[in-house]
């Protein structure tokens, strides 16, 4: 798992940057293992937004209460863009969408 969100909803950020609760069923690598956190995580999975968002406020607070130790961390990457590009980057959480890179005239 890499850190950071994958995408712009708080499923990204409850799931993919701790290394310990991402695929319910399996063994925790961490250590961390939450049968009440698997269970709202898993119903909050499969509602709306709107729905769900309360859930992954809960979510995040039993992280809180509970973890005694989460890696958060961002990897640093080098890119060369050339002046002629526009749109193109990244910042500490993602890249910038890619569909929005323009060739400008050079």
Known sequence: MT?????NHPQGLVRQPLGCVCHIGRRHTSGF?????DSILKQAD???????????NQ???ILQNDVVYI???YSVGNFLI??????????????HYWNEIKILAH
């Open 3 to 7: 850190a950071g969100s994958h995408y």
């Open 33 to 37: 293992d939450d049968p009440t956190y």
């Open 46 to 56: 499969t509602e709306p937004l709107a729905t769900a968002l309360p859930q992954y």
């Open 59 to 61: 979510l995040a607070q």
């Open 71 to 73: 890696p958060l961390y």
């Open 82 to 95: 050339q002046p002629y590009v526009s749109g193109a980057g990244s910042n500490t959480a993602f890249d």
